[in-house]
Each structure stands twice: as structure tokens, then as C-alpha cells.
């Protein structure tokens, strides 16, 4: 058989190939040859065949029939065969394979050779691709050698251990012993993978770490010489002596002093110089300063230091490279919540930073903006962020916007500007704000209560423009739906009122319904907006075609709603204008942090949570039919109660406590009721925005010895005027004036005479109570 | 470092290291996207990128990028430096080496690599002493070829 060709041939010949069919052709060829030849067991060729193999591994095609054939060139006595069969093996073998640990005894052999490169050779490969129980089997010799004077071997046996220490850490004390001197050494091959070893060490015990903490002091002292010696040809680079040794010092100093005063003591002298006198000029020192301020900043390190690094970290910020800008960022990042204030002074050129070409960069300045943002600088942040997020990429829409949110909420200045930032956001990035800021927008728009004509008209102009982002138009929908009233009506405080006609609210609502580009979840908003508009416009007949329209919809939750709110119109059209009157004040939900009862112009209204999803306007219509069987005869107004998840007994401290420190409105309170030991006061405020609703809170409490349970307190009122009950604190009133139930009701006009009904259950019998109130301050109802 | 790769503007893989165990497959495919990743930057944008879960350093030397992922804790800087430095090392050993050089020569590339790093460290910070080792190694084996058999 002719001698297999040689590899540089097959290179030039598989280059050759026009196609890449052509290319596989010949691969497949060689490769045919190939395995006749190793079939062969052809000792001389192998070495060349394996080569050429590789170089197809490399080109993408199969070559795991090589495996085998790596070994034998690995036991092999020629040097070339063992080079090769190693390269090999690093390259074909896979740990997970069995095949890999036939090399071990070779590599065995190999560690204790003769020849300091085929020792070489045996070390690299272990420190490469070593399995775990290769580096179980191997791990004496490596420490053997990590022992020896010849400083080639020295270096890779320190490197090798690292591995193994990796792959079995619990070797790690094996290697103990051989570290003592691994620093008195001269060679910086030896001192640079010395340092990785202890390196590798210190990080994965604290026993280690305690131990080598004694160490600091040479290592200061070589660092030292690094900095101090003259120009030493052999390690320079750009002036500077050996950096990748500096590096690595640095960071092994970063670990050891790391919550340790008196190291980081030792170290302060050091790092103060090598953070001065390093030059700048080119990135080899920039590479050195960067590490020394991750140090400074990770260790005890005192005040004026910490302030050095900083100001280093500044100056990289102006510097032309950008990986150089890259990498202040991101320890910038590190640190702004340790030095904020030191950071806030590089603000400007962080928020420069924002307008670079580079992806990375970008990223990094915008998460360092937000973490800057503050009360001070929230206008002048705000405006470049939101610069930013109109031209940024859309993979960093979602986070800024949601980023800005944020910060508006902690720092808005006033509610125009919030309101304003909002709907900046909206307009620019509402397809990308994520599907939690609807619901928490709207929130946010309910409590700006003297923004609402602004808002909505706002967020009306915002529709005609465009109705393609769907957070944008559920929000403004659900503003329409509420405040469209203030829309058209004209008013607006804040800005020029537009002109405004029912019809043309109507009709862009309308549209949203059959746009395309409306989500079912958008279409939901819009046909409930619609339905709210029916209070509030007159062009009611107008709103129950098009509800009615709807339930016949495919789609099943707007049927539904179609459904009931055609029910609403046709046999509950009585209930209608309190079903679908203003929402209160909605309270934040605990996700945002500790549950707050909003303040908003001195009003503390207590409010039920309000579920996330739109808000629920239609009330199961059987509750209403239970009251008003129960109250049926009377020519009385049902009381409509709104069903709202009552609130934990907690909340109800937290309204008296509230309660009980104000005293707005000027009304004084009043005893409704006064009876065998059970006692009903009544507190008032004003609502808001409406004056004339007044806000009564009911306290029950209980003189007697034993509790009333099953409590339940009812009002009806004469057809003059409305009323809204809202749920109660609690079913149970305690004994011996314990605590009490309190409960809030919302009436229009107050007067005179007023019908209560009260039932409960004490000492095991129930009681029922109908009781006329009439003792209304003369403020109550002016 | 967990690996490092090289490969032309074509995309063609010219040398692959990895230090960390990883089946053929998985190599393959995280070669072919980071590539992809890579050779889709703009010239002007900065060595370093955040990709999967690894840090990326990367540098173009003529026709040829220089790819290394580095840990979390690596310093990239110094990676730029430790890159520059094998293009060096390669440089003199070739005499002003070109793409053609590893093409042709990968074999010797990967040798230079392996005396320069070691399970992703580097195990030698003088030039010099690394080339030094090459040479001898060389000559060891010419000395076993005999007749000359390999190339």
C-alpha cells in the first residue's frame, strides 16, 4: 500500500474543493484510506494519519474512529507520536467516555519520564482534560512534582493541581504541604501559577484562607519589586514589568483581605502606589488599575482610597477605548450601592454614556442611571432616560420602561410631571411596558385625583394618534371609561381643553372594539368603558345597541359581559347609575411594598384592595335580589352592597387609628344608637371629588359581657338619595368594649331621617333591631 | 478561561481549546453560534460581550478573530493582553505569521498554546522562556523522526 499522504498535502488538497461536495468527497475518501491503514495497525504512518484526522475534526466531519488510535500513539516511545497522540486525545477523547481513562497509566508513566517535555506533555494533558477519577488515580505524581527544583515542570505540575482541585476538591489538603516555598521561587512562571493555585485554594475554603492570610506580606513585597525594579526585557510589555503577575498578586490580595482589617492594612500601601504611578497609556496598565480597584473596593480598605478608585473608575469613563468604558461600568455597577455618593459625582458622564454606539455599554449605563436616580436629579434623569428610551433598541424598551416607572413612582415631583412621565412612556414604548403596569398605572391614576381631567384627555389625544400598543390603549380606555365625562365637558385645568362630542368618544371606543389590533383583554376594557359611559353620557340608546351587538360575540368573555350588561339595562337599569359610578381610591397592593392607605388632598378614604384585572363592575345581580326581598315592602332605595373582598381584622386597627386622629370636615361625630349594650357611633368626612357625598363610618361596640356575632348592619334611606355601603371590618363585635366593627358608608345628602336595621346574635339568640336615626349634625348633609 | 477559538471572516473554525468537558455536539453547536454572534458585530463595538452565561472576549487580528470565555471573575483586560500575547508568540514563531500559517501549521499552533496556557491559566509569563520550550520540543522531535516520517 503507498504511503498515506502527507498532511500538509491533504490541506492543500482539501482546500482545492470548489463545493462543498466536492469537499466531502475527498474527506470521505482519506478517511476510507485512513481506516484501512489503522485497520493495518500501521505503527509508522499512524502519527500522520491521526494529524490529518484532526485537521477534518477540525473542519467539522466525524472522527471518533481516531479514539483509539491517540491512545496507541500516546504509548508510543517517539516523541512526535506522543505530541501528536496527545493533541489528540485532548481534542477527540470526551471525559464522559470510558475510552478516556485507558490513558491514565500513561500518562502515569509519562509524569515519572525521563524527558522533561514528555513529562510536559502528560501534565497538560491531565490539567486539561482530566476526569475525576483520573485526577483521583494522578494526583500523588502531580504533587510529586509540584515539589521538584525544575521550575518547567513546577509551573504546569501548579497548574495541574488547580484542575484537580477543581474536579476533586477533596484533594485540595494534598497539596498542602508542597505549597510552603511556592513563593521564595524567582522563576515568574513558577510565582504566576503558584499564585492561581492559592488562588484556587483560598476561594474554595476558609480554612485555607485563614491560613495563607499570612502570606500577604510577601506578596506585597513582590509586588513591590514588580513595580519598583527596572526594565526587565524578559517580562516587559509596554513598560510595564510581568502584568499578568501583578494581576494575579492583586486579585489573590483582593481575597485575603477581604473582610479582614489587619490584611487589608498591609495592603493599603501598595495599592495606594500601584493605583498612582501605573501608567495609562496603554491597556496593559489599564488591565493592572482595573484589578487594583476591584481590590480596593472588595477590601477594608480606608475612605481616601476607596475615593482613589473611584476617581479612577471616573477618568476610564472619558477614556477614548470603550472597552475601557465597558469595564468602569460595570464596576460602577459594582459599587454605587457601597459609594453611592462618590459615583453620583461621574453622573453626567454615566448618562453620556447612554448615547454610545456599543450594545454592552449601553446596557450597563442605563441599569447605572437607575441606580443613581434620586430626588435631586429625578427631572434631568428622567428627561435623558426617556431620551433614551425613545431611540434605544427594543431588547432594552421592556426594562427601561419598566426602570422608569420606578423611579417616577419614588421621586415623581409633582403628579402632572408623574402623570406626564407616564404617558411619555406610553406613547413611546407602550407595546413593550410590561402586563403588571396597566393595572398599576391605573392605580396611580385614580390617586392624582385633581389630574383626572388632564389624564384623560391626554390619554384621548394619545388614542386618535395611535392604537396599536395595547397597554397604552387599556389604560386609556379604562380613563375614558371612568373620567369621560370630564372629557366632554371641557374642563381641564392643566392644559387647553379640546373640544370633545359623545359621539366621537363613542366612536373611537367603537373602533377599538373591531380593530384588528385590539387583544381580547383590550376589546374586555373597551366594552367596559363603554358601559361605564352610559352614566355618564346621553347618548345612552347609542351604548345599548352596541352592547347588545356584543352578546352574540365569538369571543366568550366579551359575550359575557355583553350579556350582564344588557341585563343591566333592561331589569336592573335602577341599579345602574351606582353600579357604574366613580371607582374610590384604589389602595396599593402589598407587591409594591408595605400596604399603604393612599392620602390624597387630606382625604383618608379607606377603600377596599381592588382586584388587578378590570376592575369588576358587574355585581352578581342575587345579592341585590336578597336585600331587596329582605327589605321589600318599604318604598325604600335597595342598598346596593358592593361585593368587595373584606379586609383582614389588621386593616381594621389601622382605619381607627387613622380615623381617630382626624378631624377634617368639622362634622362631629354622633351616637346613632344606643341599646342593650350595643353602641353605634357615627363619624363623618366628605368625599372626594363630590362634596355632597358624605362619608359615614360606623363603630359598633359592645358594653355586654359576651360578644355579638353574625353582626350585620343595614341601612335604607328614602328615595331622595343614595347610599353605598361598603363592607365591614368584621362579623363580630367584641365584648366589653374590646374593640369594635367599623363600617363605611358613602351617602348622598344626608338627612334628617334615616331607617337602620341592625341584626346580630348574642348569648346565643339572635336580635334584630330597626332603628331611626335622625340626629344628622345640620353639617352632615350642607 | 473555558475556551478559546479562532476562526476567519468566513466563519471557518482555524483552532479550537476547550478547558472545560463538553460533548462533541454541545462544542459544535456553541462554536457555530457564538461565531455567528460575533461575526455580526460592528467593527467599532467593544471586545467584550455578555453571551449565555459566559463573559466574551474577542479580538480580530487581520483575517483572523480571537475568541475566548473567560469566568466571571477573569479580568477582561488582561485577557486582551493574554490574546495579544499568543498572536505574538505565534508571530515569531512562524516570522510574521498569516492565516495560512495556522491553516497549515494547526498542529504547531495548538503546541504553542499548550506551552503558553494550561487548563486555561497561563503557565509561562515570559516570551522568551515559551519559545525556548517550543524549540527544544521541535528538535526532540526531529531527533525521533528517523527518517522523517511526520510532514
Known amino acids: ?782 | 478561561m473555558q475556551f478559546m477559538l479562532l476562526f476567519s471572516r468566513q466563519g471557518k473554525l482555524r483552532l479550537q481549546k476547550w478547558y472545560v468537558p463538553l460533548s462533541d455536539k454541545e462544542r459544535k453547536k456553541i462554536s457555530r453560534d457564538l461565531v455567528q454572534t460575533i461575526l455580526a458585530r460592528k467593527p467599532k463595538m467593544c471586545s467584550f460581550l455578555e453571551w449565555r452565561d459566559l463573559k466574551i472576549v474577542y479580538k480580530r487580528y487581520a483575517s483572523l478573530y480571537f475568541c475566548c470565555a473567560v469566568e466571571d471573575q477573569d479580568n477582561e483586560l488582561i485577557t486582551l493582553e493574554i490574546i495579544h500575547r499568543y498572536v505574538e508568540l505565534l508571530d515569531k514563531y512562524f516570522g510574521s505569521v498569516c492565516e495560512l500559517d495556522i491553516i497549515f501549521n494547526f498542529e504547531k499552533a495548538y503546541f504553542i498554546l499548550d506551552e503558553f496556557l494550561l487548563g486555561g491559566e497561563a503557565q509561562e509569563t515570559s516570551k522568551k522562556n515559551v519559545l525556548k520550550a517550543i524549540e527544544q520540543a521541535d528538535l526532540l522531535q526531529e531527533v525521533s523522526q528517523t527518517p522523517k516520517i511526520f510532514t
Open chain 1, 1 to 782: 500500500m503507498p504511503a498515506p499522504i502527507r498532511l500538509r498535502e491533504l490541506i492543500r488538497t482539501i482546500r482545492t474543493a470548489r463545493t462543498q461536495a466536492e469537499e466531502r468527497e475527498m474527506i470521505q475518501k482519506e478517511c476510507a484510506a485512513i481506516r484501512s491503514s489503522f485497520r493495518e495497525e500501521d505503527n509508522t504512518y499512524r502519527c500522520r494519519n491521526v494529524a490529518k484526522l484532526l485537521y477534518m475534526h477540525m473542519l467539522g466531519y466525524p472522527a471518533h474512529f481516531g479514539q483509539l488510535e491517540c491512545l496507541k500513539l500516546i504509548a508510543s516511545q517517539k516523541f512526535t507520536d506522543k505530541r501528536i497522540g496527545y493533541l489528540g486525545a485532548m481534542l477527540l477523547l470526551d471525559e464522559r467516555q470510558d475510552v478516556h481513562l485507558l490513558m491514565t497509566n500513561c500518562i502515569k508513566n509519562d509524569l515519572n519520564h525521563s524527558t522533561q517535555y514528555v513529562q510536559g506533555l502528560a501534565l497538560c494533558t491531565l490539567g486539561c482534560m482530566g476526569s475525576s477519577e483520573m485526577c483521583r488515580d494522578l494526583a500523588g505524581e502531580v504533587e510529586k512534582l509540584l515539589k521538584t527544583s525544575n521550575s518547567y515542570l513546577r509551573k504546569k505540575a501548579a497548574l495541574c493541581a488547580v484542575h484537580v482541585i477543581r474536579k476533586v476538591p477533596e484533594l485540595m489538603e494534598m497539596f498542602l504541604p508542597a505549597t510552603k516555598n511556592l513563593l521564595s521561587e524567582k522563576n515568574h512562571g513558577v510565582l504566576h501559577t503558584s499564585v492561581v493555585l492559592l488562588t484556587e485554594m483560598c476561594e474554595r475554603s476558609p480554612d485555607m484562607l485563614a491560613h495563607f492570610r499570612k502570606l500577604v506580606p510577601q506578596l506585597v513585597r513582590i509586588l513591590k519589586n514588580l513595580i519598583m525594579s527596572g526594565y526587565s526585557p524578559e517580562h516587559d510589555v509596554s513598560g510595564i514589568s510581568d502584568p499578568f503577575l501583578q494581576v494575579r498578586i492583586l486579585r489573590l490580595l483582593r481575597i485575603l483581605g477581604k473582610s479582614d482589617d489587619d490584611s487589608s492594612e498591609a495592603m493599603n500601601d501598595i495599592l495606594a502606589q500601584v493605583a498612582t504611578n501605573t501608567e495609562t497609556s496603554k491597556n496593559v496598565g489599564n488591565a493592572i488599575l482595573y484589578e487594583t480597584v476591584l481590590t480596593i473596593m472588595d477590601i477594608k480598605s480606608e475612605s481616601g482610597l476607596r475615593v482613589l478608585a473611584i476617581n479612577i473608575l471616573g477618568r476610564f469613563l472619558l477614556n477614548n477605548d470603550k472597552n475601557i468604558r465597558y469595564v468602569a461600568l460595570t464596576s460602577l455597577l459594582k459599587t454605587v450601592q457601597t459609594d453611592h455618593n462618590a459615583v453620583q459625582r461621574h453622573r453626567s458622564t454615566i448618562v453620556d454614556c447612554l448615547k454610545d454606539l456599543d450594545v454592552s455599554i449601553k446596557r450597563r449605563a442605563m441599569e447605572l442611571s437607575f441606580a443613581l436616580v434620586n430626588g435631586n436629579n429625578i427631572r434631568g434623569m428622567m428627561k435623558e432616560l426617556l431620551y433614551f428610551l425613545d431611540s434605544c433598541d427594543p431588547e432594552f424598551k421592556a426594562d427601561c420602561a419598566s426602570g422608569v416607572f420606578l423611579a417616577a413612582e419614588k421621586y415623581a415631583p409633582s403628579k402632572r410631571w408623574h402623570i406626564d412621565t407616564i404617558m411619555r412612556v406610553l406613547t413611546t414604548a407602550g407595546s413593550y411596558v410590561r402586563d403588571d403596569s396597566v393595572p398599576n398605572l391605573i392605580q396611580l391614576i385614580t390617586n392624582s385625583v385633581e389630574m383626572h381631567a388632564y389624564t384623560v384627555q391626554r390619554l384621548y389625544k394619545a388614542l386618535l394618534d395611535d392604537i396599536s400598543q395595547q397597554p397604552l390603549v387599556q389604560v386609556a380606555s379604562w380613563c375614558i371609561g371612568e373620567y369621560g365625562d370630564l372629557l366632554v365637558s371641557g374642563q381641564c385645568e392643566e392644559e387647553e381643553p379640546i373640544q370633545v362630542t359623545e359621539d366621537e368618544v363613542l366612536d373611537v371606543l367603537e373602533g377599538l372594539l373591531v380593530s384588528n389590533l385590539s387583544t381580547p383583554v383590550t376589546r374586555g376594557y373597551a366594552l367596559t368603558a363603554i358601559m361605564k359611559l352610559s352614566t355618564r353620557f346621553s347618548s345612552v340608546n347609542r351604548i345599548k345597541k352596541v352592547v347588545s351587538i356584543y352578546g352574540s360575540s365569538i369571543d366568550v368573555e366579551l359575550q359575557q359581559r355583553a350579556v350582564e350588561y344588557n341585563a343591566l339595562f333592561k331589569k336592573y337599569d335602577h341599579m345602574r347609575p351606582a353600579l357604574l359610578e366613580r371607582m374610590p381610591i384604589m389602595e396599593k397592593t402589598a407587591t409594591n411594598g408595605p400596604t399603604e392607605i393612599v392620602q390624597t388632598n387630606g382625604e383618608t378614604e379607606p377603600s377596599a384592595v381592588e382586584p388587578k384585572h378590570p376592575p369588576p363592575v358587574t355585581q352578581p345581580a342575587n345579592q341585590a335580589n336578597d336585600l331587596l326581598d329582605l327589605l321589600g315592602g318599604n318604598d325604600v332605595v335597595p342598598v346596593i352592597q358592593t361585593t368587595m373582598p373584606t379586609k383582614p381584622a389588621s386593616a381594621g386597627g389601622e382605619l381607627l387609628d387613622l380615623l381617630g386622629d382626624l378631624s377634617l370636615s368639622g362634622i362631629p361625630p354622633m351616637t346613632a344608637y344606643n341599646k342593650n349594650g350595643l353602641k353605634i357611633d357615627f363619624t363623618f368626612e366628605r368625599a372626594n371629588p363630590n362634596p355632597n357625598i358624605a362619608v359615614i363610618t360606623i363603630h359598633a361596640s359592645n358594653s355586654t359581657e359576651a360578644e355579638m356575632t353574625d353582626f350585620v348592619f343595614q341601612a335604607a334611606v328614602p328615595k331622595t338619595f343614595q347610599l353605598q355601603l361598603l363592607s365591614p371590618s368584621s362579623n363580630v363585635v367584641p365584648a366589653l368594649n374590646q374593640g369594635t366593627v367599623t363600617q363605611v358608608i358613602r351617602v348622598l345628602n344626608p338627612q334628617k331621617v334615616s331607617l337602620s336595621m341592625l341584626t346580630y346574635t348574642h348569648k346565643g339568640s339572635p336580635v334584630q333591631d330597626l332603628a331611626e336615626v335622625n340626629n344628622f349634625p345640620p353639617q352632615s348633609w350642607q
